[in-house]
T-cell receptor, first 114, second 115 residues
Framework: DGGITQSPKYLFRKEGQNVTLSCEQN?????MYWYRQDPGQGLRLIYY???????QKGDIAEGYSVSREKKESFPLTVTSAQKNPTAFYLC?????????????FGEGSRLTVL | AQSVAQPEDQVNVAEGNPLTVKCTYS??????LFWYVQYPNRGLQFLLK??????LVKGSYGFEAEFNKSQTSFHLKKPSALVSDSALYFC?????????????FGQGTTLQVKP
């Protein structure tokens, strides 16, 4: 079955450490997205990529970095510069070529900073 | 600023009763509208969308939503609620001409269906 796989599901980090969240999709989607979810705030866009080797900042990119070396993969690094990294992170993808499609989401990664 | 509002943090209904989860938006032009559902510690699942045409849209699991352009609303409805419908529901908007995956989300509404 096609879908989006995020790992790890749960991650604990000490302050000052960088962590990388994995996102892999086998939907053959060109565009991929990272959203952050905090309680009572909905989802906010961190970064997105419409094509391999290209990506753009979203609304809350500070303290995060991404890469898109392969179509299937879009890892997110939460750096030590992110002041409040504890959150639920969601990776998503969408079929391009039409603007009426819907986002497909992974199961999420919960990051807790100790 | 463009925004989506879900005015109720929580909606409580009894099983078998109809349910409504409200959503209003502030976006110029004719946006595309979406509803997603999230179960605890899971990703979001797509329920339905409005692009154009009939104002009443039917989606997954018996849910439907009514688009009202004059009131800029897109309320989610179901005629008969199930306990298994209990979850967090998000309304989202794609502004006209915007990137396909850049959605503006509401803050979410927790639906609690009691037996």
């Amino acid at each position: 079955d096609g879908g989006i796989t995020q790992s790890p599901k749960y991650l604990f980090r000490k302050e000052g450490q960088n962590v990388t969240l994995s996102c892999e999709q086998n939907l053959n989607h060109d565009a991929m997205y990272w959203y952050r979810q905090d309680p009572g705030q909905g989802l906010r866009l961190i970064y997105y990529s419409q094509i391999v080797n290209d990506f753009q900042k979203g609304d809350i990119a500070e303290g995060y970095s991404v890469s898109r070396e392969k179509k299937e993969s879009f890892p997110l690094t939460v750096t030590s510069a992110q002041k409040n990294p504890t959150a639920f992170y969601l990776c998503a993808s969408i079929r391009t070529g039409t603007n009426t499609g819907e986002l497909f989401f992974g199961e999420g990664s919960r990051l807790t900073v100790l | 600023a463009q925004s989506v509002a879900q005015p109720e943090d929580q909606v409580n209904v009894a099983e078998g009763n109809p349910l409504t989860v409200k959503c209003t938006y502030s976006v110029s032009g004719n946006p595309y509208l979406f509803w997603y559902v999230q179960y605890p510690n899971r990703g979001l699942q797509f329920l339905l969308k409005y692009i154009t045409g009939d104002n009443l849209v039917k989606g997954s699991y018996g849910f439907e939503a009514e688009f009202n352009k004059s009131q800029t609303s897109f309320h989610l409805k179901k005629p008969s609620a199930l306990v298994s419908d209990s979850a967090l529901y998000f309304c989202a908007v794609r502004p006209p001409g915007g990137n396909t995956g850049k959605l503006i989300f509401g803050q979410g509404t927790t639906l609690q269906v009691k037996p």
